[in-house]
């Protein structure tokens, strides 16, 4: 009986207290990487990508390898080629035995080694005080009477050419007759110059000196009339 109680006792101690068996979790090892795929994604993220990729339309269309890979020239394809005998011993400034003066064009010309000449000065002269261009332009302004006359004239040769002092200075320009007096001490190229075209005809020296101005703008307040034949 006793044997019969220990067995029932021990079989429910071992019923209860028994642990129970840990689960089991079964896992699948990871696919393997390729190694190629891992370079791709995981390399240098700075790296510029392959251009034309390599399943793109310009590789597929590439009929040889140097249509897409350009060609390298070396040194000696880079630099020009050597002269010819006849002037690699030519010395500069002694002439070949055929009289070329090829390797005398080697030496500076002689006309280098001089100085340039100076350019010509333009015959301007030194104008008296309150003469200068904005003196002329406020004395026209004035009112003053530059011309002489009171009305526009038709003038002929012969009355041209009887006003050709220093003190009645007429000359015409392009068909227009100007009283020069008022202007002569204004004029930058003194009044000696001006008084060349007194009591004649001034256009062809006018033209040769000075031809950019606007005399017309220049002596508009000194215009006595216009030229008309005897």
Not at 55 to 81: F, G, H, K, V, Y
Not at 114 to 139: C, E, I, S
Request: aromatic share 6%.
């Amino acid at each position: 009986m006793a044997s019969y109680l220990r067995s029932w006792l021990y079989a429910q101690n071992s019923t209860e207290e028994a642990p129970a068996a840990p689960a089991i979790i079964e896992t699948s090892p990871p696919p393997p990487e390729d190694d190629d795929d891992a370079q791709t994604v995981h390399g240098d993220d700075d790296a510029p990508p392959v251009f034309p990729a390599m399943n793109s339309a310009q590789r597929a269309t590439a009929t040889s390898q140097t249509e897409t890979i350009p060609r390298i020239l070396t040194d000696a394809q880079l630099m020009p080629p050597p002269p010819p005998p006849s002037l690699a011993n030519r010395r500069p400034g002694v002439s070949g035995s055929s009289g070329s003066s090829l390797g005398a064009s080697l030496m500076a010309p002689p006309t280098t080694l001089k100085p340039p000449p100076q350019p010509a000065k333009k015959g301007k002269v030194a104008l008296a005080p309150g003469h200068g261009p904005l003196d002329w332009a406020n004395l026209k302004k004035s009112g003053q009477n530059l011309r002489g006359t009171d009305s526009i004239l038709r003038v002929t040769p012969s009355m041209l050419k009887e006003h050709r002092t220093r003190d009645d200075a007429w000359s015409s320009f392009s068909g227009k007759v100007y009283n020069l007096t008022a202007y002569l001490p204004y004029h930058p190229g003194g009044e000696k110059e001006l008084l060349r075209v007194a009591g004649r005809d001034g256009t062809k020296l006018f033209a040769a000196t000075h031809a950019w101005v606007n005399i017309d703008y220049m002596l508009d307040e000194c215009l006595v009339g216009f030229m008309v034949s005897e």
